[in-house]
């Protein structure tokens, strides 16, 4: 190691350290929020040993890396300058996975732009590997892990089905009618999915077999995680019936996660012997990677004072220097996300309207943390002929990077209701005013409901968290402000009552809130 130091370039040396410096500088909040806040969470708590195990990679690909000659190209801008948009993009927008994406980007196109396309292509699955250390955006996050849980959930109760004991699903809540499971984020065996996901990578990087057989081990390891998953669940809901509560809480919930964690491997393990053995066998013959990776190192040549100065005025080197500074200066100047308050609070708002009158209800704390709201309002509304509307206003005083709206979409499937109808209508709101909003007619057991749901960001009508972050990217840079919010109204369907009926309620209920929320919600 010792040997190896010394033989690093001095000009290379404080490249490195002046980028180390620049990046970690620009990119501190993001690093900061990774490592504390998304580390933390049990899906990505096997991050922290992922930049460990790049190391030992790129180690072991030293002799074949030292063996590529250095060929710095312009090209490798091109990722760098898509790098520093996607930063802006991410740090006016307000989300976290621009931010790290960004930083993949301008990590490739520095690499680029000093080693060339080659060295690139030696270190690719290093690069690949790295962006597993990024979570996913929580809204899609949240779809992904929703679908999955309910897949599962489904899988198990079949299995529970099938010897012989009593099991009835609706979403996530298992009813076994002595008892009831809830396959929520807590208590889950589809967290270990995405360090299951990285094994699978590491698994198949090593793995001497077709390119076709290390995408099946990759690709497998997501139905591997679900069915395994199942059989928890199953298994949980058998003990249930012999030892009760303790055996889905406390220690043997967390021992059978990882139980069943570790059952998978081997499994995994099986795959990889079992494909080995399928096609043409591999050749065991010492390739030329194999030989170029144990190659010893060139010793670079040595770097007098003149050609330390040479080497640091390189037009690639200044040029990112100088950009990198240019946006740090920005950032440092400019307060983009300025918190907008509510007009009035929510506490105000009537419980009587029209003919309908209502009772205000209150969320738990805990949901109210995790959602990160600024201010709430829930009523169940009642009108004289005793049909019931759900009235949910979430207000945001800043949509920051890691705090935001949740679409309907992602959170109400886990409570066990599906979406069987769902599209984009244009509703009259009164005044001559016209908003197109989100509707869907959702489904649990024999039970319906009607919902429309929007976001209104700064005087817009928005249907998609697609728009509502691009918006906010645009409110930004331009009046600096994020603020938002997310309507949804939410009324049952009666048995034998017609779609059209209810939708009219909807409509109806819609002409007499807009104006009263109008009283509450900031406007552009």
């Not at 301008?106 to 250390?133: D, E, N, P, S, Y």
């Not at 206003?393 to 979406?419: D, N």
Request: aromatic share 14%.
């Amino acid at each position: 190691m010792i040997h190896y130091l010394k033989k690093i370039d001095l000009v290379c040396l404080l490249k490195v350290v002046l980028y180390v410096i620049l990046i970690i500088t620009v990119y501190y909040s993001a690093l900061r929020y990774l490592i504390i806040i998304d580390w933390a969470r049990e899906d990505y708590s096997h991050s922290y040993l992922i930049p460990l195990v790049l190391i030992y990679i790129l180690w072991e690909k030293r002799g074949k890396l030292s063996s590529i000659p250095a060929s710095p190209a312009w090209t490798g801008l091109i990722p760098f300058m898509f790098g520093l948009f996607l930063y802006w993009l991410g740090e006016l927008g307000g989300e976290y996975f621009t931010m790290y994406i960004s930083l993949w980007f301008v990590l490739v196109g520095l690499l680029w732009m000093h080693m060339g396309w080659q060295k690139i292509k030696a270190m690719g699955f290093v690069l690949v590997m790295f962006l597993t250390m990024f979570p996913f955006p929580n809204f899609i996050n949240t779809k992904i892990l929703v679908n999955l849980r309910l897949i599962s959930s489904q899988i198990g109760v079949s299995l529970l089905q099938i010897v012989g004991m009593s099991a009835y699903r609706e979403g996530n809540i298992i009813d076994l009618g002595f008892t009831q499971l809830q396959v929520v984020d807590a208590c889950s065996g589809l967290r270990y999915v995405i360090p299951f996901f990285v094994i699978s990578l590491i698994l198949a990087y090593w793995f001497r077999g077709a390119i076709w057989k290390k995408a099946v081990v990759v690709l497998s390891s997501i139905p591997l995680a679900v069915a395994v998953n199942s059989l928890r669940i199953a298994i949980t809901g058998i003990l249930y019936n012999y030892w009760g509560a303790k055996v889905a809480e406390g220690f043997f919930h967390d021992f059978s996660g990882w139980l069943i964690f570790m059952f998978t491997i081997p499994v995994l393990l099986l795959e990889t012997w079992v494909l080995n053995r399928v096609g043409p066998p591999v050749s065991k013959e010492v390739s030329r990677e194999s030989i170029a990776e144990t190659l010893p190192l060139h010793d670079p040549s040595t770097n007098s004072g003149q050609g330390v100065i040479k080497g640091l005025i390189h037009p690639v080197f200044l040029i990112s220097i100088a950009l990198m500074i240019g946006t740090l200066a920005c950032t440092q100047r400019i307060e983009f996300r300025e918190k907008i308050p509510i007009k009035k609070s929510f506490d105000q708002f009537p419980l009587s309207i029209g003919g309908w009158t209502g009772e205000r209800l209150a969320m738990e704390q805990q949901f109210i943390q995790a959602l990160h709201l600024s201010d709430y309002i829930m009523i169940n509304y009642l009108n004289q002929r005793g049909q019931c509307i759900n009235f949910y206003v979430a207000y945001y005083e800043s949509q920051r990077k890691g705090e935001g709206t949740h679409s309907p979409e992602t959170c109400l499937p886990g409570s066990g209701w599906e979406f069987k109808q769902s599209g984009i209508v244009t509703v009259d709101t009164g005044r001559g005013q016209e908003a197109r909003v989100n509707k869907a007619i959702m489904a649990k057991g024999d039970s319906r409901q009607l919902v429309y749901f929007w976001f209104p960001q700064r005087g817009r009508i928005l249907t998609s968290l697609y728009q509502v972050k691009l918006y906010a990217f645009w409110d930004a840079l331009i009046s600096q402000r994020t603020d938002g919010a997310l309507v949804r109204i939410i009324t049952p369907l009666s048995e034998g009552e017609d779609a059209e009926e209810a939708e009219e309620r909807l409509i109806s209920f819609v002409r007499l809130i807009t104006p009263v929320l109008e009283q509450y919600l900031p406007r552009s």
